[in-house]
């Protein structure tokens, strides 16, 4: 296979009258590519593994003063692109982030509220942050392989929590929560998680900037900068950030920053030194 | 490229398993619990994707709680170990739904437990609803890297200390020729006092607190 080049030459016809090359004269300079059947097959193929499947980004993590969380707001159907609020209040203590399909996670998410408040009726008592992604985890298990798209995180703040697992004693656990759970119905405890096609950028500053100790200030902004830069290398990222914290008296809204303001706050445009300037061309 | 293997020894067994929970290329958390305990005296150390892995070790874990609340006797290690298999092998070809579907568990089981009278012993099972009973055994990456060294120095009636060094053996093998090898493991064990973590293998401090 030869790759045609001669967009690249620009004097290649000016070649000296008599040249003995006169074959040569008139094809376009090109160069013969390797001899395989998939050359950019192996370029194709990482690409597809981090390939979003879920374009958005979220995040939430606990820190000594509850959960934060915070997702962007972008949704998008072929080429058209607009915003959806990707942070559903499941009850006033907790909350749910959306990522995968839409409709999925708006309505399993509400069906979930419907249960816990059903739970509340039942039991006198409000339902764990274990028990709603428990719920939640479950339903989504027995829809394993019929094409449910959902990467969840369920976050709030428990009153008291007693903590029994197949794996530990148990222990009463006050405070924070978060789950992640998705729709091929696994279920992961833990203090940070971050999902979506731009979730590796938002990790990296997340990580990064982590302390169990940060302030409530200090955490809604972590939050929000992980977003914006997940959001200024994602393409199926962006729009509006949201943040959200949860603490023992339920959830508060923090920010809704448009992620074009937040690109000039973070980085103002600063007038730039020309150091030379384009003159017309006097002639060849 | 997770890693679960186990051996025997003279009586207990132990049962190690890596602790990442991975999606694609991201790492979730690094202190994932993926060893279950069934009762006092049964292990089982599952690896598969992550809804059916945790999925289908309540479902076993709970039908052997309940057969001990009907009969007041515990399962056999054996008992428990044809029973999981028996439920791997009808939802391996069990049609299901309106839109007839096969919808199998994707889990590789290692069952480790203890017996007062037959003493301890390991069950391998893998997803395809093969039972063995074995010495050693090893599943996913792991295998390629551990099984020749327990062959190599796996003898029967081998001391708990000799298992350890074993372990961390693999556990060092795994880490220097596996391309993504998992930073953490966790080792349990059970014997005639019941079955217990034994130790963490930690080359990264995990983010999570360890009860998570």
Redo the contacts between chains.
């Keep these: 296979m030869k790759l045609d080049t001669s967009g690249l030459e620009s004097f290649s016809t000016l070649t000296a009258p008599g040249d003995d090359v006169v074959g040569e004269f008139s094809a376009p300079p090109s160069f013969q590519l390797p001899n395989s059947n998939d050359f950019d097959g192996f370029v194709k193929e990482a690409i597809q593994?981090?390939k979003p499947a879920k374009g958005t980004t979220t995040l939430a993590f606990i820190f000594k003063d509850g959960v934060i969380v915070a997702a962007d707001s972008r949704a998008s159907m072929g080429g058209y692109i607009y915003s959806v609020k990707k942070i559903i209040e499941i009850n006033p203590y907790m909350l749910g982030t959306m990522a995968g399909g839409a409709a999925d996670c708006q309505f399993w998410h509400r069906n979930l509220g419907i249960k816990c408040r059903l739970h509340e009726l039942a039991n006198k008592r409000r339902i764990s942050v274990t028990g709603a992604s428990k719920l939640l985890?479950?339903i989504?298990?027995s829809y394993?392989?019929m094409g449910l798209s959902v990467g969840t995180m369920i976050a709030g703040w428990d009153e008291t929590v007693i903590?029994m697992s197949?794996?530990?004693m148990a222990?009463a656990?006050l405070g924070p929560s978060l789950y992640?759970v998705?729709s091929?119905?696994?279920?992961?405890?833990?203090?940070?998680?971050s999902v979506g096609s731009g979730?590796?950028y938002a990790?990296g500053v997340l990580?990064n900037g982590y302390r169990y100790d940060l302030s409530v200030e200090e955490a809604v902004e972590l939050g929000r900068r992980a977003i914006y830069h997940a959001t200024f290398r994602d393409g199926a990222s962006g729009g509006v950030v949201s943040v959200y914290h949860v603490g023992p008296e339920g959830w508060k809204k923090w920010t809704g920053d448009d992620v074009g303001d937040l690109h000039y706050q973070y980085y103002p445009v600063v007038p730039s030194t020309v150091e030379q300037e384009m003159v017309e061309a006097t002639g060849a | 490229m997770e890693c679960v293997f186990g051996l025997v020894g003279k009586g207990f067994a132990i049962v190690v398993a890596d602790t990442s929970?991975v999606?694609?290329?991201?790492v979730?958390?690094t202190n994932?619990?993926k060893?279950?305990?069934l009762d006092s005296h049964k292990l089982i150390a599952a690896s598969g994707?992550?809804?059916?892995r945790?999925?289908f070790?309540?479902y076993i874990?709970k039908n052997v709680a309940l057969y001990q609340f009907r009969n007041g006797i515990p399962l056999t290690t054996s008992a428990a170990a044809n029973f999981t298999r028996a439920e791997l092998a009808a939802a391996l070809r069990k049609l299901v739904g309106v839109v007839f579907?096969q919808?199998p568990y994707a889990v590789n089981i290692l069952l480790a437990g203890y017996d007062n009278h037959t003493g301890p012993s390991l069950y391998y099972i893998d997803y395809l609803a093969t039972l063995h009973k074995v010495d050693k055994a090893a599943f996913g990456y792991a295998s390629y890297l551990s099984l020749s060294m327990m062959d190599t120095h796996y003898h029967a009636g081998m001391s708990l200390q000799e298992a350890i060094d074993l372990v961390d053996k693999c556990i060092t093998e795994i880490r220097s020729r596996l391309v993504v090898a998992p930073p953490n493991f966790v080792m349990k064990i059970v014997d005639q006092h019941g079955a217990r973590e034994c130790a963490w293998r930690q080359s990264l401090p995990s983010?999570?607190?360890t009860?998570?």
């Design positions: 593994m981090v985890a479950n989504l298990y394993r392989g903590h197949n794996y530990h222990f656990q992640y998705d091929e119905g696994g279920r992961l405890k833990g203090t940070r998680f979730s590796p990790y990580d | 929970a999606h694609g290329i991201l979730h958390k994932e619990e060893i279950m305990k994707e992550g809804g059916d945790v999925q070790s309540e874990h579907v919808n983010a999570s607190p009860f998570c």
